[in-house]
């Protein structure tokens, strides 16, 4: 007598099996109709023998024999090599399954999460910029009606000033992403696979920008508000972290030079001739020179006499010529 358990195991598995089978045909479809879009179809790639086995196997519910899932296999790769970086899974993706509505495609709903962490970000931003420019020019009115509430609403702007770079670092961030979605949404490759690289480059991002201002104004000592070079640095950092990184590399390099170089440092000093400059501190006056200049001639171009003028969704202090005279 057979045992059931067994029995219905070897049905499970065969089922399973024939599942695999039916979605390697859809798959190898798919790719096959995306290169005959694009004009890009592998010779070797006979349409009439893909259709032969999608109506063995689909339309006829028959099994393939040996050579039509090998020949099914070799297919695949060959599509898979000649049509990267698109991939079935990219245009499983990207496929609506209601009609031509691709904002329903699993790609689809990425980008609508993407818009409302975008808009979000923005609204924080222009909540912190309105309040930035209330307070500072309606400062005194508030401290002669508030009294002792004041100080909380004074504690609010500095909290507001704190957050303003990090904002502007996931502005940035997404920003980016919105611009490689598009991308990859346009030639099909967007593949849910990277999406937790998606949400890990937008913390990166908003770390990026406020940790970047936080190395270029030391914390803001002296200034009482957000210089427009800071918060543009933020987004620049946000948007692409490779600059936030590369003054962090160039910082490491500086404080740990070789003993080589050390050495011959050494060998030239002559005595009598006083303290030689630490190489050290040279670089990294060097690198933040050098972050200062591209900043400042970044907005240069941008900037203008009405730019002084305190407007709506700016800061009030611009100091754009500071670095050119000091």
């Known amino acids: 007598m057979d045992n059931p358990t067994s029995t219905q195991f070897v049905v499970d598995e065969t089922s399973h099996h024939l599942g695999q089978i039916n979605e390697v045909i859809y798959d190898v479809m798919r790719l096959a109709s995306y290169a005959i879009e694009t004009g890009r179809l592998p010779e070797e790639v006979s349409l009439s023998e893909l259709y032969r086995i999608w109506e063995i196997r689909i339309e006829l519910q028959q099994s393939l024999t040996a050579n039509d899932i090998d020949l099914l296999q070799h297919y695949f790769h060959l599509l898979k090599t000649d ?36 808009f979000s970000v923005l609204g924080l931003i222009l909540m912190i910029n309105i309040f930035q420019y209330s307070f500072e020019f309606y400062g005194g009115q508030m401290a002669q009606s508030m009294g002792e509430g004041f100080s909380l609403m004074s504690i609010a702007y500095w909290v507001a000033m704190a957050i303003a770079p990090f904002a502007y670092g996931a502005l940035g961030a997404s920003v980016r992403l919105l611009r490689v979605t598009e991308q990859k949404l346009r030639d099909r490759s967007f593949d849910p696979r990277r999406l937790p690289e998606h949400r890990n480059r937008l913390v990166l991002g908003m770390l990026s920008g406020g940790v970047l201002v936080m190395l270029y104004s030391s914390g803001g000592v002296g200034d009482t508000s957000v210089k427009l070079t800071e918060v543009t640095l933020g987004f620049i950092a946000g948007y692409s972290i490779d600059v936030l990184f590369s003054v962090l590399d160039g910082m490491v390099a500086a404080l740990t030079p070789n003993s080589g170089r050390a050495q011959n440092v050494t060998a030239k000093s002559k005595p009598g001739t006083g303290t030689r400059p630490d190489p050290r501190n040279t670089s990294l006056k060097a690198d933040a020179q050098q972050i200062k200049t591209i900043v400042d001639e970044g907005i240069k171009a941008a900037s203008s006499p009405a730019a002084k003028k305190p407007a709506f969704g700016k800061t009030a202090t611009v100091d754009v010529n500071s670095s050119a005279t000091g």
């Open 83 to 118: 049509l990267e970086p698109v991939s079935a899974i990219s245009l499983r993706a990207t496929e609506s399954k209601f009609g031509n509505d691709s904002m329903q495609t699993e790609a689809g709903k990425h980008v609508r999460r993407m818009w409302i962490t975008a």
